[in-house]
């Protein structure tokens, strides 16, 4: 029997939306459209332009296990290349004539077997299926210094960088220590007049070593493609084997060797005792997002660089003010203070059965069933959604084990086996249950804040080891799922 037709819309054009749009139409779904509320696809890497800016997932992992890239530049390659890499994945894979840039989801409502998505512009469109890939760290997070408003020079925040602003010669001051503010310290410095970071928290810093592929290599990537698919499958059996399975077992020999890698670097790196006390966290490595850099201990040890620890007491019109009544002149202060990480699909309002309100549900924090789906939002999947596998993982990789299975529900509404999918709420549960039970052995609550835990200091991530990720988003249970 043919499938029934459905629509289906992708919220968001990043790494998923993109993704999602490519398996959608691979599917036979044609009738997609893709809602990107900036003006150009690319999502993280479209809005993260700071000086630095690198993935520090390797770049082979860190793409579509369908368009491999040869031409990657390194191992980690910087921002804009992977944003070159995106757009030309649009192009390829014909993706370009489903967007609908500039056009904001404001409201979804479900009612009567279909989804009606209303635009900013006060556009109505009807879908059978909605995907939502709307990313994790989307929201700038401002902290509210007291002052900041009155301060005489360039403010902005890292996701936000002001690229009219000179910084040749200029006094610069960025606040924050996560993997943005070691970025732009290593690319900053060397630019600038005078350099201060300062730091509330020190961070374990796991070096790394950022050749470029050679030619040759590239040529071989290019004219062997098994070649590359098996550095490929090297890399992603190392990373997990390595990090992604250690960090979720706060007493396992690799998590140990993590820590001994990043205490010999600060050591080997930074000789002057006191700076190297004031680096060195008082937490276990990995407890917050481990930072990766090859540059960053050398760049703050340059004769125009500061760290600054003193607590920022506020910010005046000339600089900032550390609670040790320093007043630290400025010209341009970055504030590389994170994001919000728990909105993922907020502020859009969303409805689901009988008018069940997705802000009320999330009330007190998001959750999902094994982050893909919600009880009573039937037919919404969302890609990287609430407690996933997050933080140095390849939410590219991620999100492609994560469509592949939301596609073998999706499969069911187009044959009709299904109408309405949506998981059960003992599923949902349940799951949460486990979950915050197995977070419990991971080195994120060993004693550190960070962005991984949530309001009630339980990490919003995925607790167990890689292979169990996988091989649960291999097939859907359907017992899990009301449809
Ligand atoms: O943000 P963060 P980020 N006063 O939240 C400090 C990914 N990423 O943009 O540690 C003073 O990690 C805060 O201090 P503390 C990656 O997953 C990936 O750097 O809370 N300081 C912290 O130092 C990463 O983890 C790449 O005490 C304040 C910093 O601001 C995630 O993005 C590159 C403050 C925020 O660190 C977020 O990284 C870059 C205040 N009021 C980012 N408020 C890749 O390479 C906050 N801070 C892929």
Not at 103 to 132: C, H, M, P, Q
Not at 176 to 200: C, K, N, W
Request: hydrophobic share 40%.
């Amino acid at each position: 029997m043919a499938d029934r037709p459905v629509r289906a819309a992708v919220i968001g054009a990043g790494v998923a939306g993109i993704l999602a749009v490519i398996e959608l139409r691979k599917a036979g779904i044609s009738n997609v459209v893709c809602y990107e509320k900036g003006d150009r696809i690319g999502g993280t890497w479209r809005d993260n332009s700071y000086p630095g800016i690198a993935c520090d997932v390797p770049s082979h992992v860190y793409s579509y296990s369908f368009a491999p890239n040869p031409e990657f530049s390194r191992m980690f390659s910087p921002g804009q290349e992977i944003q070159e890499y995106l757009e030309r994945v649009t192009d390829d894979y014909g993706v370009r004539p489903h967007l609908r840039l500039g056009d904001e989801v404001k409201r979804a409502t479900f009612a009567n077997g279909v989804w009606s998505l209303e635009t900013a512009a006060g556009d109505v469109d009807d879908y059978e299926i909605v995907i939502a890939a709307t990313g994790v760290l989307h929201h700038p997070k401002q902290p509210a210094f007291d002052g900041l408003d009155d301060f005489r020079g360039d403010v902005f925040h890292s996701a936000r960088w002001n690229h009219d602003v000179e910084l040749e010669g200029r006094r610069v001051g960025v606040i924050g220590t996560g993997s943005t503010a070691i970025q732009i310290t290593g690319a900053l410095v060397d630019r600038v007049s005078h350099y201060e970071l300062f730091q509330r928290t020190p961070q374990w810093v796991m070096p790394m070593d950022n050749r470029p592929f050679s030619d040759d290599q590239k040529a071989t990537f290019r004219d062997r493609p098994e070649q590359l698919e098996e550095l490929r499958d090297f890399l992603e059996t190392t990373f997990a084997e390595n990090f992604a399975d250690a960090v979720v077992d706060a007493e396992s020999e690799q998590l140990a060797q993590i820590e001994e890698t990043c205490r010999a670097h600060l050591y080997g790196q930074v000789l002057d005792p006191a700076l190297r006390a004031q680096l060195e966290p008082d937490y276990r490595a990995a407890c917050k997002r481990l930072v990766v850099s090859g540059d960053f201990y050398q760049a703050i040890q340059q004769p125009n660089a500061e760290l600054v620890t003193s607590s920022i007491e506020h910010i005046e019109p000339g600089g900032i003010r550390t609670d040790d009544g320093r007043l630290h002149e400025l010209d341009v202060i970055v504030l590389a203070t994170g994001f919000e990480v728990d909105r993922f699909m907020r502020p859009m309002e969303i409805f689901g059965l009988g008018g069940r309100s997705l802000a009320d549900v999330w009330a007190d924090g998001p959750v999902a069933y094994l982050s893909v789906s919600m009880p009573e939002f039937p037919n919404l999947f969302m890609l990287n959604g609430p407690n996933g596998p997050v933080g140095n993982f390849s939410l590219i990789q991620v999100a492609e084990i994560q469509m592949a299975y939301i596609m073998k529900l999706v499969s069911r509404l187009q044959s009709g086996a299904s109408q309405e999918i949506h998981a059960t709420e003992r599923a949902m549960r349940e799951h949460e249950e486990l979950r915050i039970e197995a977070a419990k052995s991971t080195v994120w609550v060993t004693g550190c804040n960070s962005w991984y835990l949530d309001d009630r200091g339980i990490p919003a991530a995925w607790p167990w080891k890689f292979s169990r990720f996988r091989e649960v988003m291999a097939e859907p249970d359907l017992a899990a799922y009301q449809s």
